[in-house]
């Protein structure tokens, strides 16, 4: 917030369970009042509630389906008829490699895996009033979700990242800027012919 303001803008923080349909309403609509139309979207809220299925719970499964995949769909909800209203808008759903599967994950891959699904139907239908909707669908980025794995699997996160990186076709692994980058181009003026793709920002290629 604070680079925003600085540098002219105007910002503020709402918080919302995502998950919770009257949140949500209420956060987009404080958003609407404040700082006008909300066209562009960014669904990026997530949890992780890894285990093996055997020993997964149905809350494990419930949780990780209604951050990531509902709510991105009360959040696109709520924010499409500003988009349509004003004939412009750009919705971008965070999905993951660990779509394509990953150990420990179903109920991850699974919602990931459903926001590309969810992405493509989003550009059929609201094309015609303007608006596109794209996914980003990150590798390993070196984040604070990423340091909690590793701890969890009893590894140094340093360790963790080199072994990652050994595995990665260009031997890094990504930051956030990475995926921040993939996310600009996607909102911008310049992507306006660019509707229900899946961009893998992952060191190589995955899909």
Known sequence: MEKITEAGGKAIAV??????????????????????????????????????LFKMSESDWDTVLNVHLRGAFLMSRACQKHMV???????VNLSSSSALGNRGQVNYSAAKAGVQGFTKTLAIELGKFGVTANAVAPGFIATDMTAATAERVGMGFEDFQKAAASQIPVQRVGEPADIANAIAFFTGEAAGFVSGQVLYVAGGPLN
Not at 26 to 44: D, F, K, M, S
């Open 15 to 52: 918080g919302c369970d995502v998950s919770d349909a009257e949140q949500v309403e209420a956060a987009v609509a404080r958003v609407a009042e404040e700082l006008g139309a909300p066209t562009i979207l960014v669904n990026n809220a997530g949890v992780l509630r890894d285990n093996l």
């Open 85 to 91: 209203d004003a004939g412009f808008g750009r919705i």
